[in-house]
């Protein structure tokens, strides 16, 4: 079944490859209503995507014959889906605003998801109105959470998008071993006034561990044992947060059916949930709840998540495009591609199907981008002209929260729409000949055209809208997966650098043994050792 209706995207591919992305607007003048999907006021435009109706529903064909929706129901029902790890995969409960049951083992998870938001909601409150206050009872003013991966990503993300709801106490993020990250951020703070959140689901990532651990002696440093009142966690590893001197009532849980890079939702929130309030927070929620029960309830061929996943398939196994872009016209969602990148890679970036043969066909691709307009300036003269056809997806807001700043907006709208226009319309040598005198100069100015992206628009970047978009991807990714038969909820191809680290740390340190290693290795710990000041 799923042969054939690869057989016959495989011919749809041949025809779009001979076809102009143009020509599908002008036989079909009702194209962007057909080609378009929403909820509520946020819109996915995929008619710029080099794909007819039957083609589409070819995809949509493979979506219900790989069994897209049985194993949608199956995650949203608690079933282990992540076979590797045996677990459950219910980020979706930590947003289930309905509150209707959600079984794990026989057991409702429910109870425990809202004790978890209720306590992070009352230390949220209690840390803004500073009746939790620092040791020498004044409020805290800054936040630094400490973390990596899915426990860093999210927060970084959310709260630099909800930037214009922050009234709290300031976030900042600590994520990288580097020393020169602790340094730079401890740098301008205060310890008396700063409240460090440890953010690991394991609590072993060395990391995070290693960062917590300078935190510590630098707080300690200043206000001696008091300084433990200055530390809270986040993790599903509570003998290991106690261990490290946290107090329980500031350790914030979670389980293991929360991939890290899906926990955003939960505890992990906590710093954005401290910058914006629990109300705000409860709106990114609600809004993630609603893509939720979109994706469960709508038809296939009018599910947004569904048809950004189709069109992924189609783009990476129909068309052959090894990457795609994400460009959002949304300054404040600058961090969002660095979000996708883990959100998107880490879970589909897999070489074998669920029951470890290895896979038939290409699967997650790179994914990678930056905002608009600053992208225009930089990278887009390769997806415009270069060799790889990149598909582009573009996001914008209909309204900026800067009202005296209208103008800016407009021009921000009026970049982003111009380049997919540019993308799908190019330019041929004989219009390119037109714009120069010397004719020598007429091939470089040749745009190919037929570049495909997809438009999303919303009216206005709030808690809500950012719920919703990060949902739409998470989504998506699902679907990707099962369609690739990947699973795409475990992370096996981070361990083996992780092992061979522990492994190098004593010959950086000058220790015996480099002669075991590899020519580049040893060559390279020789050359380090020889710099080493
Ligand atoms: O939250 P932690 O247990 O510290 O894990 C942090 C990150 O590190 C791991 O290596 C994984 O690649 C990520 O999926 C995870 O989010």
């Given at each position: 079944m799923a042969d054939r209706i690869w057989e016959a995207l495989a011919r749809a591919g041949a025809q779009a490859e001979e076809r102009s992305l143009m020509s599908l607007f002008d036989g079909d003048p009702d194209r962007f209503r057909g080609f378009s999907v929403s909820l509520g006021d946020m819109l996915l435009d995929f008619s710029k995507v080099n794909i007819d109706?039957?083609?589409?529903?070819?995809?949509?064909?493979?979506?219900?014959?790989?069994?897209?929706?049985?194993?949608?129901?199956?995650?949203?029902?608690?079933?282990?889906?992540?076979?590797?790890?045996?677990?459950?995969?219910?980020?979706?409960?930590?947003?289930?605003?309905?509150?209707?049951?959600?079984?794990?083992?026989?057991?409702?998870v429910m109870p425990g998801v809202n004790e978890v938001l209720g306590r992070m909601s009352a230390f949220a409150s209690g840390i803004r109105d500073g009746s939790i206050a620092a040791s020498d009872g004044r409020p805290f003013t800054d936040v630094v959470n400490i973390g990596i991966g899915g426990s860093d990503l999210g927060p970084v993300m959310a709260t630099l998008a909800l930037a214009p709801y922050a009234d709290g106490p300031k976030a900042h993020y600590v994520s990288n071993v580097d020393g020169a990250h602790i340094h730079d951020v401890l740098a301008d703070l205060d310890p008396a006034r700063t409240l460090f959140i440890v953010a690991s689901k394991t609590f072993t990532t060395i990391e995070?561990?290693?960062?917590?651990?300078?935190?510590?002696?630098?707080?300690?440093?200043?206000?001696?044992?008091?300084?433990?009142?200055?530390?809270?966690?986040?993790?599903?590893?509570?003998?290991?947060?106690?261990?490290?001197?946290?107090?329980?009532?500031?350790?914030?849980?979670?389980?293991?059916?929360?991939?890290?890079?899906?926990?955003?939702?939960?505890?992990?929130?906590?710093?954005?949930?401290?910058?914006?309030?629990?109300?705000?927070?409860?709106?990114?929620?609600?809004?993630?709840?609603?893509?939720?029960?979109?994706?469960?309830?709508?038809?296939?061929?009018?599910?947004?998540?569904?048809?950004?996943?189709?069109?992924?398939?189609?783009?990476?196994?129909?068309?052959?495009?090894?990457?795609?872009?994400?460009?959002?016209?949304?300054?404040?969602?600058?961090?969002?591609?660095?979000?996708?990148?883990?959100?998107?890679?880490?879970?589909?970036?897999?070489?074998?199907?669920?029951?470890?043969?290895?896979?038939?066909?290409?699967?997650?691709?790179?994914?990678?981008?930056?905002?608009?307009?600053?992208?225009?300036?930089?990278?887009?003269?390769?997806?415009?002209?270069?060799?790889?056809?990149?598909?582009?997806?573009?996001?914008?807001?209909?309204?900026?929260?800067?009202?005296?700043?209208?103008?800016?907006?407009?021009?921000?709208?009026?970049?982003?729409?111009?380049?997919?226009?540019?993308?799908?319309?190019?330019?041929?040598?004989?219009?390119a000949e037109k714009t120069v005198k010397d004719p020598a100069l007429a091939p470089h100015k040749v745009f190919p055209g037929n570049r495909p992206s997809t438009t999303l628009v919303y009216a206005k970047l709030d808690p809500y809208t950012l719920g919703r978009i990060i949902a739409l991807y998470e989504h998506r990714v699902f679907v990707e997966g099962v369609i690739w038969d990947i699973n795409s909820f475990d992370q096996w191809g981070v361990e083996l650098g992780k092992e061979l680290a522990t492994a190098l740390l004593p010959l950086v340190k000058g220790g015996e043994g480099a002669e075991s290693k590899d020519g580049s290795t040893a060559g390279l710990l020789g050359a380090l050792a020889a710099l080493r000041a």
């Open positions: 109706a039957p083609a589409l529903a070819a995809l949509v064909e493979l979506a219900e014959a790989r069994g897209v929706a049985t194993k949608r129901d199956a995650m949203f029902r608690g079933e282990r889906i992540n076979v590797t790890e045996d677990r459950a995969v219910l980020h979706t409960a930590l947003r289930n605003r309905a509150n209707t049951p959600v079984l794990v083992d026989g057991e409702d995070t561990m290693t960062n917590a651990k300078t935190a510590k002696a630098w707080a300690a440093e200043s206000l001696g044992a008091a300084a433990d009142r200055h530390f809270a966690a986040v993790s599903t590893a509570l003998d290991k947060t106690a261990a490290f001197g946290i107090e329980p009532e500031r350790v914030f849980g979670f389980w293991d059916w929360v991939g890290g890079r899906y926990s955003v939702w939960g505890a992990v929130g906590l710093p954005v949930m401290i910058a914006v309030g629990p109300e705000n927070f409860l709106d990114f929620l609600a809004g993630a709840h609603a893509m939720d029960r979109h994706f469960q309830e709508a038809p296939l061929a009018r599910n947004m998540p569904v048809l950004l996943g189709l069109i992924g398939v189609w783009h990476r196994d129909v068309m052959g495009y090894p990457s795609r872009a994400v460009l959002p016209y949304d300054q404040r969602l600058s961090r969002l591609p660095a979000y996708l990148q883990q959100l998107d890679m880490e879970s589909n970036g897999k070489g074998v199907t669920l029951d470890g043969s290895p896979v038939s066909q290409p699967t997650g691709p790179i994914v990678w981008g930056e905002p608009g307009t600053n992208g225009q300036h930089a990278f887009y003269q390769l997806i415009h002209q270069g060799t790889n056809v990149i598909p582009c997806e573009f996001m914008v807001a209909s309204n900026g929260h800067e009202p005296d700043l209208r103008e800016h907006h407009e021009l921000l709208i009026a970049n982003c729409l111009a380049q997919s226009e540019a993308l799908m319309r190019g330019r041929d040598l004989a219009a």
